[in-house]
C-alpha cells in the first residue's frame, strides 16, 4: 500500500516558476514509478511526466518537455516537479501516482497507476 500526498501549488504569474512535491507512505514506493497528470476544468485528465524507481528514467509530455523536470529522492520519500516557464494552459490540477508494479519503466497509461494523490491547484494567469 502506498499513500501520496502533493503540495506547492498555487497562483503564479505566466513565466513563473512553483514546484509540486510528492511525499509518500509506504513501503514500495521506493521502488514504484510515478507520474504525475494533471486535469483541467472541463477536460480529462491527462499524462504529465514520469519517472521510473531510481530516477534512471523519465518520459515527459511534449507539452512540458523542456520547462518541468521530474526528481526523486527516495530517502525521503518525495517526488519533486519542477515546473518553469508556466503558461496559462498549464492551469489544472495536479495529480501524483505511483505504480508499484512497473517500477523500472516511466509510463504514461493512466490505468497503471494504483494510488492516486487528492491534488494540487496549480493557477497560472495571463
Known amino acids: 500500500q502506498v499513500q501520496v500526498v502533493e503540495s506547492g501549488g498555487g497562483l503564479v504569474q505566466t513565466g513563473g516558476s512553483l514546484r509540486l512535491s510528492c511525499a509518500a507512505s509506504?513501503?514500495?514506493?521506493?521502488?514504484?514509478?510515478v507520474g504525475w497528470f494533471r486535469q483541467a476544468p472541463g477536460k480529462e485528465r491527462e499524462f504529465v511526466v514520469a519517472?521510473?524507481?531510481?530516477?534512471?528514467?523519465?518520459y515527459y509530455s511534449d507539452s512540458v518537455k523542456g520547462r518541468f523536470t521530474i526528481s526523486r529522492d527516495n530517502v525521503n520519500n518525495t517526488v519533486y516537479l519542477q515546473m518553469n516557464s508556466l503558461k496559462p494552459e498549464d492551469t489544472a490540477v495536479y495529480y501524483c501516482?505511483?505504480?508499484?508494479?512497473?517500477?523500472?519503466?516511466?509510463?504514461?497509461?493512466?490505468?497503471?497507476?494504483?494510488?492516486w494523490g487528492q491534488g494540487t491547484q496549480v493557477t497560472v494567469s495571463s
Open positions: 501516482a505511483a505504480d508499484p508494479n512497473r517500477g523500472l519503466t516511466a509510463t504514461s497509461r493512466i490505468s497503471n497507476y494504483d494510488y
Open positions: 509506504g513501503r514500495t514506493f521506493s521502488s514504484s514509478a
Open positions: 519517472v521510473n524507481w531510481n530516477g534512471g528514467k523519465t
